[in-house]
């Protein structure tokens, strides 16, 4: 239930093995490679007469980018077989290692790409031509508001014509400008809007006057087309030509889907290529010299004596040399939490992974957020539901472990929504009450036993609640904050960031509370005594950091303030006002449910379908306010936990642990007996 401890690890091989040691490196999946020259060996390279391997990966790119188009090719005409929650998300194929080995030595993916590729740029060109076609035909039928067609304009010797659309307001102004009768002749063919389509005509000599005028309107003229014939057999053989390509984009359509059938090869091959491109890179981290190569990573402690052994047993002449992290050190991170928290660390992952000499959130933000989650949702029914169905989807994506945390997190969150719904009495919000469901009703016998404050009825005290939980969570963050000192052996530092806060902070809320209650002489006075007690610790610690007796002490009084510093009174203030939405939440899920409730009420009066017509409403009304209510419910305590509590200790910047593998981003390759 931590950060993975991890070793520095340095392997020194022959260059002749650097080869055969990147194939079994990756075949182990232990071993997280880094670039050899980077700051963790601290080396200059040339200085010491290394270089670095020339490795182009520029075919491997282009592999790569030939078969991610065959599958968008396949995924733009919707032939991925998927499951329910492969449609949901994207998720890597699991893969066999045998049935990989085939689909690499068998399968020429070239011919597909090829033929692909060529049947989407056909059927792209005949779409491309069925939209011109479409749009002459709409510029022809514009013509049907006049006596003449296109081919009488072309043929006009003295006269220019102006076919197009303008806004109505520059229509009148063009109507009513005094140049018009003198230039040109204009006439109003049809209102569509707020739009008028005109025609206008002015003699060649005055084209260029009446042009200028036209364009000062803003007429957006219509291009004439261009043809031979009469405008009625062009408009045929427009609607000819749109249904031969149309025919003969579904026959690209058609072609492309035989080879849907290759889908999972051209992922699997994909897989492989990128895996290559994975080990490829890692060569080019190695720094050499004429006869050695260097090659460095982390490894997990736990899988150093096997990897030492398996090590000296394929490769002899390997040798390698195991260390501690440093600070200066760019250390990947592996988390490991007990089975009941996995679930919550998609949390810490949305947020990005902590540093490796700090610690793992996981287990100090899952009780908060649930909390947190529960009081915006909370009602029995709905966190019913939830918990139901991230159960199901779990199980469905148990092989793919993001996936599955995520929907084990909502499995969680629905738990709580239930016991706190129970807890305030919310059953799809008020359907317990005797005029939905009868006198005596199951839910409302079961509320009575159950529920312990009504947060309409009590909406005040409610709000003291979640401001008082603001409180607490602050606190809790600042001794986290605290925490995380002590782990660093900054004995002084958490003293000064984190515990004068615990003298500040109190006396802080004594004193503001006194200008809305009456507190009570000796209260006050001890809330005073330790604001200022710990507000001239700030200031003489805050901006300790910062150069000359002025800045220190100018530092340390804006810290008080929140502006610089650790933390700071307004920030603290705004925080925990922050948390009055945990009700506000829960209050506007309850209240959209009673008016699903009162709707469905009141249609349930229709005679001979008003019971039907209840339920309808009830099941339509009541899934909206889920969807929605679920998304509030998450967006907001994240949003509290990420901002009015990591910031108190947080420390993100680690990157994921992600060693050398078969496995890449798009395939798993399951290991014999996975």
């Given at each position: 239930?931590?950060?993975?401890?991890?070793?520095?690890?340095?392997?020194?091989?022959?260059?002749?093995?650097?080869?055969?040691?990147?194939?079994?490196?990756?075949?182990?999946?232990?071993?997280?490679?880094?670039?050899?020259?980077?700051?963790?060996?601290?080396?200059?390279?040339?200085?010491?007469?290394?270089?670095?391997?020339?490795?182009?990966?520029?075919?491997?790119?282009?592999?790569?980018?030939?078969?991610?188009?065959?599958?968008?090719?396949?995924?733009?005409?919707?032939?991925?077989?998927?499951?329910?929650?492969?449609?949901?998300?994207?998720?890597?194929?699991?893969?066999?290692?045998?049935?990989?080995?085939?689909?690499?030595?068998?399968?020429?993916?070239?011919?597909?790409?090829?033929?692909?590729?060529?049947?989407?740029?056909?059927?792209?060109?005949?779409?491309?031509?069925?939209?011109?076609?479409?749009?002459?035909?709409?510029?022809?039928?514009?013509?049907?508001?006049?006596?003449?067609?296109?081919?009488?304009?072309?043929?006009?010797?003295?006269?220019?014509?102006?076919?197009?659309?303008?806004?109505?307001?520059?229509?009148?102004?063009?109507?009513?400008?005094?140049?018009?009768?003198?230039?040109?002749?204009?006439?109003?063919?049809?209102?569509?809007?707020?739009?008028?389509?005109?025609?206008?005509?002015?003699?060649?000599?005055?084209?260029?006057?009446?042009?200028?005028?036209?364009?000062?309107?803003?007429?957006?003229?219509?291009?004439?087309?261009?043809?031979?014939?009469?405008?009625?057999?062009?408009?045929?053989?427009?609607?000819?030509?749109?249904?031969?390509?149309?025919?003969?984009?579904?026959?690209?359509?058609?072609?492309?889907?035989?080879?849907?059938?290759?889908?999972?090869?051209?992922?699997?091959?994909?897989?492989?290529?990128?895996?290559?491109?994975?080990?490829?890179?890692?060569?080019?981290?190695?720094?050499?010299?004429?006869?050695?190569?260097?090659?460095?990573?982390?490894?997990?402690?736990?899988?150093?004596?096997?990897?030492?052994?398996?090590?000296?047993?394929?490769?002899?002449?390997?040798?390698?040399?195991?260390?501690?992290?440093?600070?200066?050190?760019?250390?990947?991170?592996?988390?490991?939490?007990?089975?009941?928290?996995?679930?919550?660390?998609?949390?810490?992952?949305?947020?990005?992974?902590?540093?490796?000499?700090?610690?793992?959130?996981?287990?100090?933000?899952?009780?908060?957020?649930?909390?947190?989650?529960?009081?915006?949702?909370?009602?029995?029914?709905?966190?019913?539901?939830?918990a139901l169905l991230g159960y199901l989807l779990a199980r469905k994506a148990r092989p793919y472990e993001s996936l599955h945390n995520?929907?084990?997190?909502?499995?969680?969150?629905?738990?709580?929504?239930?016991?706190?719904?129970?807890?305030?009495?919310?059953?799809?919000?008020?359907?317990?009450?005797?005029?939905?469901?009868?006198?005596?009703?199951?839910?409302?016998?079961?509320?009575?036993?159950?529920?312990?404050?009504?947060?309409?009825?009590?909406?005040?005290?409610?709000?003291?609640?979640?401001?008082?939980?603001?409180?607490?969570?602050?606190?809790?963050?600042?001794?986290?904050?605290?925490?995380?000192?002590?782990?660093?052996?900054?004995?002084?530092?958490?003293?000064?960031?984190?515990?004068?806060?615990?003298?500040?902070?109190?006396?802080?809320?004594?004193?503001?509370?006194?200008?809305?209650?009456?507190?009570?002489?000796?209260?006050?006075?001890?809330?005073?005594?330790?604001?200022?007690?710990?507000?001239?610790?700030?200031?003489?610690?805050?901006?300790?950091?910062?150069?000359?007796?002025?800045?220190?002490?100018?530092?340390?009084?804006?810290?008080?303030?929140?502006?610089?510093?650790?933390?700071?009174?307004?920030?603290?203030?705004?925080?925990?006002?922050?948390?009055?939405?945990l009700i506000a939440l829960g209050l506007t899920t309850a209240i959209v449910g009673m008016s699903f409730n009162i709707i469905a009420?009141?249609?349930?009066?229709?005679?001979?379908?008003?019971?039907?017509?209840?339920?309808?409403?009830?099941?339509?009304?009541?899934?909206?306010?889920?969807?929605?209510?679920?998304?509030?419910?998450?967006?907001?305590?994240?949003?509290?936990?990420?901002?009015?509590?990591?910031?108190?200790?947080?420390?993100?910047?680690?990157?994921?642990?992600?060693?050398?593998?078969?496995?890449?981003?798009?395939?798993?390759?399951?290991?014999?007996?996975?």
């Amino acid at each position: 239930m931590a950060i993975e401890p991890l070793q520095h690890v340095t392997l020194l091989a022959p260059r002749r093995e650097v080869e055969d040691l990147t194939d079994w490196l990756q075949e182990l999946s232990v071993l997280h490679v880094e670039d050899a020259a980077g700051p963790a060996e601290g080396d200059d390279g040339e200085a010491a007469g290394l270089e670095k391997p020339a490795v182009s990966t520029d075919e491997v790119d282009t592999r790569i980018r030939e078969l991610r188009s065959i599958l968008e090719v396949f995924g733009f005409f919707d032939l991925m077989k998927s499951s329910f929650v492969e449609m949901v998300v994207a998720l890597p194929k699991r893969v066999s290692v045998e049935e990989r080995r085939d689909v690499v030595a068998d399968f020429d993916y070239a011919p597909v790409h090829r033929e692909v590729s060529r049947l989407q740029d056909e059927y792209h060109r005949h779409l491309a031509a069925v939209e011109r076609a479409r749009d002459e035909y709409a510029r022809l039928e514009f013509f049907r508001l006049l006596p003449f067609g296109p081919e009488d304009i072309h043929s006009l010797g003295r006269c220019r014509v102006w076919v197009g659309s303008m806004t109505d307001e520059k229509w009148e102004a063009l109507r009513s400008s005094d140049e018009v009768g003198e230039l040109m002749g204009v006439a109003e063919l049809r209102r569509r809007k707020r739009t008028v389509d005109v025609c206008v005509v002015a003699l060649k000599d005055d084209a260029e006057e009446a042009g200028r005028l036209l364009r000062t309107h803003q007429l957006e003229e219509l291009p004439l087309p261009q043809y031979e014939g009469s405008r009625t057999d062009r408009m045929d053989e427009l609607t000819a030509e749109i249904g031969r390509r149309h025919k003969q984009a579904e026959h690209c359509k058609d072609s492309i889907k035989k080879f849907a059938g290759e889908a999972r090869k051209v992922e699997i091959l994909l897989g492989y290529w990128e895996g290559e491109r994975a080990k490829m890179q890692a060569r080019s981290g190695t720094v050499n010299s004429k006869r050695i190569a260097m090659l460095s990573g982390f490894i997990r402690r736990r899988d150093v004596e096997g990897f030492k052994e398996r090590l000296a047993e394929r490769f002899p002449f390997v040798s390698g040399v195991y260390r501690e992290p440093r600070p200066d050190d760019e250390v990947p991170v592996e988390i490991t939490n007990a089975r009941c928290l996995k679930p919550l660390r998609f949390l810490v992952d949305l947020f990005g992974r902590p540093d490796y000499f700090s610690f793992d959130p996981t287990p100090y933000l899952a009780l908060s957020f649930l909390i947190f989650f529960g009081m915006c949702f909370g009602d029995v029914v709905y966190g019913s539901a939830l918990a139901l169905l991230g159960y199901l989807l779990a199980r469905k994506a148990r092989p793919y472990e993001s996936l599955h945390n995520l929907c084990m997190m909502f499995c969680y969150a629905g738990i709580s929504t239930m016991f706190i719904g129970a807890l305030m009495g919310s059953w799809a919000s008020d359907l317990w009450r005797p005029e939905y469901l009868g006198e005596g009703n199951l839910l409302y016998r079961i509320r009575q036993y159950l529920a312990v404050v009504d947060p309409l009825d009590r909406a005040a005290l409610l709000l003291v609640v979640s401001i008082g939980i603001g409180v607490i969570n602050q606190f809790y963050g600042i001794i986290l904050k605290g925490y995380s000192l002590l782990r660093r052996g900054l004995i002084w530092d958490a003293v000064f960031d984190a515990g004068l806060w615990f003298l500040v902070l109190p006396g802080f809320l004594i004193a503001f509370g006194s200008l809305f209650f009456n507190i009570p002489p000796w209260l006050l006075r001890s809330g005073l005594v330790l604001l200022v007690a710990g507000g001239i610790g700030l200031i003489l610690t805050q901006g300790r950091e910062a150069e000359g007796i002025a800045a220190k002490v100018g530092t340390g009084l804006i810290s008080i303030y929140g502006i610089m510093g650790s933390y700071g009174c307004v920030s603290f203030l705004s925080d925990i006002l922050s948390y009055s939405r945990l009700i506000a939440l829960g209050l506007t899920t309850a209240i959209v449910g009673m008016s699903f409730n009162i709707i469905a009420g009141l249609v349930r009066e229709t005679p001979a379908v008003g019971i039907v017509l209840f339920a309808v409403v009830l099941i339509l009304g009541h899934t909206f306010n889920f969807m929605v209510s679920m998304l509030a419910a998450f967006v907001h305590p994240a949003r509290l936990i990420f901002l009015e509590f990591f910031n108190r200790f947080y420390q993100p910047g680690g990157s994921k642990f992600s060693p050398l593998s078969l496995s890449t981003e798009s395939v798993i390759v399951e290991a014999e007996g996975d």
